[in-house]
């Protein structure tokens, strides 16, 4: 394993602890909402976007509980994404990480209702932030890349980009789509990360381009995964985007044209750590090359 | 037509012209989902909630464009809620004021899209609000009265009460469903508005209890009207929610019964503004009386 998924995996159960503080309890009125909430959130998953942001705010000298809000802002607006991804009316997928999705278990109507709940949760969170003068401007970043021109865009061209033949555009759309549904969301954590460590506006701009870069190498290294993982790395069928006929970074490019890709990326995001303190970014340049090194 | 009805019509396209400026342009991509916000917004209303925004800042004195941001805020959370009540697997509802409803036009994925866009769009607007301390209030507002123990509460509590008969206790469990479903946002916009006008503490708290008051006295008043109105008034077909067996407060109470508690919460309304500037809060007293007098 390397030494990163060390670093997260001693980093979850932290995360753990705070989502489980900042969502009403089971015992709350609907109990029923508030279950498919924390079943949804307490699924699995390596809370990558959460430890970004608690990382990024330390390369400010910022304790991680100075983090907390944003933290488990993005995780819950991650989580919401998934829920309604997972819907009949949208991929329709049964399973997520080896258990049955929240509208299996809760139901189509409870599941929708859940999502919009942790989507709200997760926004307002950030009004509880520990750096009350920074709240405005890590809302309309969270906001911009979870909308209609981020998260909810990308996921509306992956749609619209269905059954399309894979040409020479091909490529620009896909990364216009991995932008939208996976890059933007991984640049608000590591931006949301500086905002609230104190960083300076030029600072933020540097997250910001890292974090874009390590969510374009994190979306493409999925793909490779897709193609070469086995079920029990993954934790689902390995092959279904290409049985699918999705547009997918392996279609688009080759299995070793994607792996290449990702790498860039991956040195692009280390890139743009340039100008912030030597020696206090070693962990994000960690995080960029487990993005594409790891295996689920 | 009651004195007020006017100044509703009068402050409506002031709303709506902000509303257009704040969203995205349908020529931004992608475009059918900018389209399918926009058709849901523009689908006509009241806007009832953002000039109660800017009626409560101006207690304060606040001019109108200090409200802007939390005005279309409560708009755009307001229309969201709707969309997704309109899907298959809520109220399955073909027609919304006389159009067809947003998945009969552009299909289900894109109107659960459109509506988790809107739902961001309205949190995040918060962000921009001109009076930038109150942002971190405003925003726990509107969390708490959009989420799970506020509106979407409401409506897991109104689905899971469907069926059930109407004995002693549905009266104390239709309160419990209103205020969430109903109150909550119109408790909440009153609140914001206090806040971007730059109330104190007390101040706040006299308007949201007007506003949670006015709020239960517009829902009563809908169920009265769904027994009394006629379909070219309300703009749907009267009658549906007898029909479906819902748990009213005509069902409660019976039509005068309801009558009689929809005025009582207008008083509660109007009592609440006592501790206010005498004079200031003229516009708020109307609207309370509105909200049950309205025929439509």
New interface residues.
């Given amino acids: 394993m390397s030494a990163f998924a060390e670093v997260l995996r001693a980093w979850k159960p932290r995360l753990e602890t705070w989502l489980d503080e900042v969502l009403?309890k089971e015992s709350?009125?609907?109990t029923?909402?508030?279950e498919a909430?924390r079943y949804s959130v307490f699924g699995g998953g390596k809370r990558l976007r959460g430890v970004l942001v608690v990382l990024a705010a330390q390369v400010f000298d910022a304790a991680p509980e100075v983090a907390r809000e944003p933290a488990c802002a993005v995780e819950l607006v991650h989580t919401?994404s998934l829920m309604?991804d997972d819907?009949?009316?949208?991929d329709d997928d049964d399973l997520r990480r080896g258990r049955p999705t929240a509208h299996k278990v809760y139901?189509?109507?409870?599941a929708?209702?859940?999502?919009?709940?942790l989507?709200?949760?997760g926004?307002?969170?950030?009004?509880?932030?520990r750096r009350?003068e920074a709240?405005?401007?890590?809302?309309?970043e969270?906001?911009?890349a979870?909308?209609?021109?981020g998260m909810?865009?990308g996921?509306?061209?992956d749609?619209?980009s269905e059954g399309r033949p894979i040409d020479r555009d091909a490529h620009a759309l896909l990364r216009?789509i991995h932008l939208g549904k996976t890059a933007a969301m991984i640049r608000a954590s590591a931006a949301l990360g500086a905002l609230v460590g104190g960083a300076d506006a030029n600072s933020v701009a540097a997250l910001r381009t890292f974090g874009e870069h390590v969510g374009l190498a994190f979306q493409i290294a999925d793909d490779v995964l897709d193609e070469t993982g086995t079920a029990a790395e993954l934790g689902k069928t390995p092959g279904k985007d290409r049985d699918q006929g999705k547009l997918t970074y392996v279609a688009a490019l080759g299995l070793e044209g994607a792996r290449l890709a990702a790498r860039e990326e991956a040195e692009r995001a280390i890139a743009a750590l340039k100008p912030l303190r030597a020696g206090s970014t070693d962990l994000l340049a960690q995080l960029a090359r487990f993005a594409v090194e790891r295996t689920s």
Same sequence: chains 1, 2.
């Avoid at 929708?112 to 709940?117: H, N, P, Y």
């Avoid at 926004?123 to 932030?129: F, M, R, S, V, Y």
């Avoid at 979870?146 to 021109?149: E, K, L, N, R």
């Fill in positions: 009403p709350t009125e609907p029923r909402l508030h909430m919401y309604h819907l009949p009316c949208m139901g189509e109507a409870l929708l209702l859940a999502g919009d709940a989507l709200t949760r926004l307002a969170l950030l009004g509880e932030a009350a709240i405005g401007a890590m809302l309309r969270l906001g911009l979870a909308g209609s021109v909810v865009g996921q509306v061209l749609l619209e216009r």
